[in-house]
């Protein structure tokens, strides 16, 4: 992986080791023993049906969930060690939300500086230009003092990813950024994340694009009822997967309007 | 007999008028106009109330109302952050703390503030004192429910992309969640000092000095020296409408401005 852009240091990649991770909740397991390692740089797309477990993966690594066993390796950080520092664990952990969970009450320049310089006490002035660089990275620095209410859904998505990457984190969580979008702002967040993991960026995305996993992803990794079914680089699991369960799966996303008329 | 819809509406209409005059009548006949003149609305002998309402009846239900406001919002969100606590003490505490003030009345907790506290301790509290402690710990007990109310409003989401930034829980709460939680409160916390104005009165339980009355012991203060019946403290009513009214207004435009900026 190459660094493109001129602007921005290269980005510092962590990897991610996941062993045997199992969550329930209440007598519902909903992830069954999952491994799964992203190296550093590495783009991993993980789909399958919704209710598979993948968003709940994925919250698991930067702890919004608490695993019942497993563990979690993220860089230098043990996640699912219970002495971990959480919050310094975090800061290296950009996370991009489906519904983006901007700061409605601050500024785009507020929301990617807040935490600049409440958390890792950058002064007013570097934190603004942080947030600045990477607003402009996301093409909205022209957008710096509006109100996340002022925006569209795609440009607020943007912004989330400009906030998380003011942190200067080594890997990028994404929980289905583009689902919550109109069709017409997608690929304006696509193309910010295309562009993110070819400067090098760690990213690990859930997702329902499969035109996105297939041309930017190293691996997908299949999953459906809290295990993984099928992994490997984009071309096989999407192109030609050998699971049953991969298939049918790929047949209703790809070709929607053919449901329940073909019986395999 | 069938009416057609117009129809109906104005016949509705003018029942409704009628039912309107026949009351204000009624009120009309059965006033005794004569006393009314000397002892309601006895306006010629209110003079000497002024400048003094002003200067000390309203400045003091001012200073009462911001003292009481002022214990009664930090100790509200202490309660309201105590009910929410992963820790279950606390959230008892609290819910004990709320049913208990909101269960009685506000007289009784002057009463206990202003002789039952003193009496038990051997201490004498100044008026400034009692009136912030017990006016402030009964408005804590509706303001915490206000503001858990707001707290939990704030969408869930909020608090995961503060924490997902390497905030801690507390600084989440100082930057994110609470600043959006009061802009939540802001209609019904405006109300809760609306009530709290009025509550103020209760004061007059404690024996006050002249230049500690408030606008309704001021008013009745007047009763007694000036002659002209019950006048003076309708003249009082409206000087605590002098404050109501505007922060009724400024809920209102609060409201408003929520409801515009939600999409």
Redesign the interface.
Same mark, same amino acid.
């Given at each position: 992986m190459n660094n493109s852009t001129g602007s921005t240091a290269t980005v510092r990649a962590a990897g991610v080791n996941i062993k045997d991770l199992r969550k329930s909740y209440g007598s519902n397991e909903v992830l069954k023993g999952i491994s799964l390692t992203v190296e550093p740089g590495q783009v991993v797309c993980l789909i399958g049906p919704s209710g598979s477990g993948k968003s709940t993966l994925l919250r698991c690594v930067?702890l919004?969930e608490q695993p019942n066993a497993g563990t979690i390796n993220v860089g230098s950080f043990e996640a699912t060690d219970p002495d971990v520092d959480l919050?310094?664990m975090?800061?290296s952990?950009?996370?991009v939300?489906q #519904?983006f969970?901007?700061?409605? #009450?601050l500024s785009v320049l507020e929301n990617c500086t807040?935490?600049q310089t409440?958390?890792?006490k950058r002064s007013k002035s570097e934190a603004s230009e942080v947030a600045r660089r990477n607003l402009e990275r996301v093409g909205l620095g022209h957008l710096a003092d509006r109100f996340p209410?002022q925006l569209s859904g795609g440009q607020q998505q943007r912004v989330?990813i400009a906030?998380?990457l003011s942190?200067d984190p080594q890997l990028m969580l994404f929980d289905e950024p583009t689902s919550a979008l109109d069709p017409e702002t997608v690929g304006d967040v696509l193309a910010v994340m295309r562009k993110l993991a070819q400067e090098g960026m760690t990213m690990l995305v859930v997702t329902h694009e499969m035109g996105f996993a297939r041309e930017v992803a190293d691996r997908v990794v299949f999953m459906d009822a809290g295990v993984v079914v099928e992994e490997g680089p984009a071309e096989n699991v999407i192109s030609a997967p050998t699971q049953p369960r991969t298939k049918e799966f790929l047949r209703r996303v790809l070709d929607p309007t053919h449901i329940g008329v073909e019986e395999a | 007999m069938a009416m057609t819809a117009r129809q109906r509406a104005k016949v509705s209409l003018y029942v409704q008028a009628g039912i309107f005059v026949v009351a204000v009548a009624a009120v009309i006949i059965a006033v005794d106009w004569k006393t009314v003149g000397t002892s309601v609305f006895n306006f010629a002998k209110i003079g000497p109330m002024f400048p003094d309402i002003f200067l000390v009846g309203l400045k003091n239900t001012l200073i009462y109302t911001a003292l009481g406001f002022i214990v009664g919002l930090s100790g509200g969100l202490l309660l309201a952050l105590m009910k929410l606590s992963s820790f279950p003490l606390y959230r008892w505490l609290a819910t004990g703390y709320i049913e208990f003030f909101r269960g009685v009345p506000a007289l009784l907790v002057f009463i206990a503030f202003g002789y039952g506290v003193p009496l038990a301790f051997g201490i004498q509290w100044d008026v400034n004192i009692i009136v912030m402690v017990s006016l402030g710990m009964v408005a804590a007990a509706y303001i915490a429910e206000t503001l858990r109310a707001g707290l939990q409003a704030v969408?869930k989401?909020?608090m995961?992309?503060?924490? /997902?930034?390497?905030?801690?829980h507390w600084?989440a709460m100082v /930057?994110?969640v609470i600043?959006?939680a009061f802009?939540i409160v802001l209609p019904p916390l405006t109300n809760e000092i609306i009530l709290l104005t009025k509550d103020s009165s209760l004061i007059y339980v404690l024996g006050l000095t002249a230049s500690q009355y408030e606008l309704t012991k001021f008013g009745r203060d007047g009763i007694s020296s000036l002659g002209a019946g019950l006048t003076p403290l309708l003249v009082a009513g409206a000087f605590y409408l002098v404050i109501t009214i505007p922060l009724s207004l400024l809920a209102r435009k609060f409201e408003s401005r929520s409801a515009r900026?939600k999409?």
């Open positions: 930067n919004l919050n310094k975090r800061q952990v950009g996370m939300f #519904h969970n901007l700061f409605p #009450h807040i935490s409440k958390v890792l209410d989330a906030r998380a942190m | 969408p989401g909020q995961e992309a503060a924490r /997902s930034l390497g905030m801690p600084r /930057s994110i600043p959006q802009k900026t999409r």
